[in-house]
């Protein structure tokens, strides 16, 4: 089984920046893509970030490409999801996720694999 613990999230103002993290331990060893989506009261888990394994390729939705940036460290088996100039509208739970394989289709939440239990980012005007 594969464990995946995020931290970072809280309650911030419209324009500030957080960063999450999400540490993966358990059975998991390589080639495996990470990323995050997120959960807004009432709406549909969407994606928001994903990176290969190696790094050289990552995933944003329109909605925060420019303002977050995705990254990873092999070596602690953990991603990094940096949010910056956070919008209201950006206030979710923010689930880690990792897919076996090729980050590629990472938006699909069928083939996700494991998920963690979510942290909290909560945007104020």
């Known amino acids: 089984q594969v464990q995946l613990v995020e931290s970072g999230g809280g309650l911030v103002q419209a324009g500030d920046s957080l960063r999450l993290s999400c540490a993966a331990s358990?059975?998991?060893?390589?080639?495996?893509?990470m990323g995050w989506f997120r959960q807004a009261p009432g709406k549909e888990r969407e994606f928001v970030a994903a990176i290969s394994w190696s790094g050289d390729s990552t995933y944003y939705a329109d909605s925060v490409k420019g303002r977050f940036t995705i990254s990873r460290d092999n070596a602690k088996n953990t991603v990094y999801l940096q949010m910056n100039s956070l919008k209201p509208e950006d206030t979710a739970v923010y689930y880690c996720?990792?897919?076996?394989?090729?980050?590629?289709?990472?938006?699909?939440?069928?083939?996700?694999?494991?998920w963690g239990k979510g942290t909290l980012v909560t945007v104020s005007s």
């Open positions: 996720a990792v897919k076996l394989g090729s980050a590629r289709y990472f938006t699909d939440r069928n083939g996700i694999n494991y």
């Open positions: 358990g059975r998991i060893f390589s080639n495996y893509a």
